[in-house]
């Protein structure tokens, strides 16, 4: 199989722009594993391997970089500069990153959980590897499985208190940082969704709902922003302005995501696929679906 760009939708916005992807949709697998790539000094080189079995989307949340990539006869590059564009790499590919522009976020999305056994780190390991093994074409016909068919309690009586700051893991190196998520490990729930806001204006808000049953989980992987919390009764505001901090939020909160710094990124990975049904855009029909309060 060979790799291919994907066309992300594209959801223009006075207030920023916002792309998606989700599962077994624009991203041809089940996402297993989220990670990205930031703090890349000039000139540095990422990657440099292969995945026996491992799919990936490649993304440039911010800036730009190159893929090259090499199936044992062939090296093609791939630069990669706009939100709404991805790099679908299939396995057996040996691929590096490269020609990092300043302030560049690298997105990758993962077919599956991270395993040493899956990698190939030498080129000619590499080359003895893919004239034994058979390309394979990928097995995406494997269901979702990250959507309970009901919540153990009830989401509208979640309130701020339950929305939690996590810090994730930091893979440190010369040639830039990495922060990874696993499902169910660094996050309560299984990715089936990823979407993330840019070129945000000045002055501008996002969000401005809740949802019923949808758990999501927010990053600024760029700059900053605040993210302002409401239960129905307790308000709270959480500012986020590290690659390495998330911040969990159930469903039945009220969110509104305010005061972007120039250049911030916001990246949301959420437990479900959008379904319109699930939104509650009104707070006035936030407020009737919480529970009255004695």
Same mark, same amino acid.
């Given at each position: 199989m060979r790799e291919r760009i994907i066309d992300f939708p594209k959801i223009e916005d006075r207030r920023g722009n916002l792309s998606f992807a989700e599962a077994l949709d624009q991203i041809p697998f089940n996402i297993a594993r989220v990670y990205w790539i930031y703090d890349v000094p000039g000139?540095?080189?990422?990657?440099?391997?292969?995945?026996?079995?491992?799919?990936?989307?490649?993304?440039?949340?911010?800036?730009?970089?190159?893929?090259?990539?090499?199936?044992?006869?062939?090296?093609?590059?791939?630069?990669?500069?706009?939100?709404?564009?991805?790099?679908?790499?299939?396995s057996?590919?040996?691929?590096?990153?490269?020609?990092?522009?300043?302030?560049?976020?690298?997105?990758?999305?993962?077919?599956?959980?991270?395993?040493?056994?899956?990698?190939?780190?030498?080129?000619?390991?590499?080359?003895?590897?893919?004239?034994?093994?058979?390309?394979?074409e990928g097995n995406n016909t494997v269901l979702l499985k990250n959507r309970p068919s009901k919540e153990p309690f009830n989401p509208a009586n979640n309130t701020v208190y339950d929305c939690n700051l996590i810090e994730l893991p930091v893979i440190r190196n010369r040639a830039g940082n990495i922060t990874p998520i696993h499902n169910s490990e660094n996050i309560p729930f299984d990715i089936a969704r990823v979407f993330y806001i840019y070129d945000i204006p000045s002055g501008q808000t996002r969000g401005g709902h809740a949802h019923k049953y949808c758990h999501q989980f927010l990053i600024a =992987?760029?700059? @900053?922003?605040?993210? /302002?919390?409401? #239960?129905?009764?307790? &308000?709270?505001?959480?500012?986020? +302005?590290?690659?390495?901090?998330?911040?969990?939020?159930?469903?039945?909160?009220?969110?509104?995501?305010?005061?972007?710094?120039?250049?911030?990124?916001?990246? =949301?990975?959420? @437990?479900?696929?959008? /379904?319109?049904? #699930?939104?509650?855009? &009104?707070?006035?029909?936030?407020? +009737?679906?919480?529970?009255?309060?004695?």
């Open positions: 000139g540095q080189v990422r990657g440099s391997h292969a995945f026996k079995s491992q799919e990936e989307v490649i993304i440039a949340l911010s800036g730009s970089f190159d893929v090259v990539l090499d199936n044992g006869t062939q090296v093609r590059r791939h630069t990669l500069n706009r939100s709404y564009k991805g790099l679908y790499v299939p057996k590919m040996w691929r590096s990153l490269e020609n990092f522009s300043t302030n560049s976020v690298c997105l990758i999305i993962t077919s599956e959980p991270f395993d040493e056994d899956d990698y190939i780190r030498n080129y000619r390991d590499f080359k003895r590897y893919i004239k034994q093994e058979p390309l394979s =992987v760029s700059g @900053s922003f605040d993210v /302002e919390l409401d #239960d129905g009764v307790n &308000k709270r505001i959480v500012t986020l +302005n590290r690659p390495m901090m998330g911040l969990y939020l159930p469903p039945g909160i009220w969110a509104v995501e305010k005061n972007f710094s120039s250049g911030a990124v916001s990246l =949301v990975l959420t @437990s479900h696929i959008y /379904e319109s049904e #699930d939104y509650i855009r &009104k707070y006035s029909d936030f407020k +009737n679906y919480k529970p009255d309060v004695d």
